[in-house]
Nanobody
Framework: QVQLVESGGGLVQAGGSLRLSCAAS????????MGWYRQAPEKQRELVAS???????NYADSVKGRFIISRANAKNTVYLQMNSLKPEDTAVYYC??????????????WGQGTQVTVSS
């Protein structure tokens, strides 16, 4: 079994910064792509940023130039540095990881989500 645990959400004023972390643990052989998604009330979950195992990144247009995704492979952890936050960034943020475990096909796992609220 694999668990993803997020941390770092909270309440911040517009223009402020937050750093999210997501650590994977459990029966892990290797981790492929990792990413951050978000879901605002009454909206669909959307990709915010992703990073491959070799560090290639991809960002939603709405966060380019403000958010930075990174990972520490030795710690099975992915980070999201969020700068110049806007009220429209308010959402529950979820991390996702593609994980290879012994004896089973690789699959994606989700964290439980962490709330980010940006006040105007």
């Amino acid at each position: 079994q694999v668990q993803l645990v997020e941390s770092g959400g909270g309440l911040v004023q517009a223009g402020g910064s937050l750093r999210l972390s997501c650590a994977a643990s459990g029966s892990i052989v290797s981790i492929g792509a990792m990413g951050w998604y978000r879901q605002a009330p009454e909206k669909q979950r959307e990709l915010v940023a992703s990073i491959t195992s070799i560090g290639r990144t991809n960002y939603a247009d709405s966060v380019k130039g403000r958010f930075i995704i990174s990972r520490a492979n030795a710690k099975n952890t992915v980070y999201l540095q969020m700068n110049s936050l806007k009220p429209e960034d308010t959402a529950v943020y979820y991390c996702n990881a593609e994980v290879w475990s012994p004896g089973i096909p690789h699959r994606g796992y989700w964290g439980q989500g962490t709330q980010v609220t940006v006040s105007s």
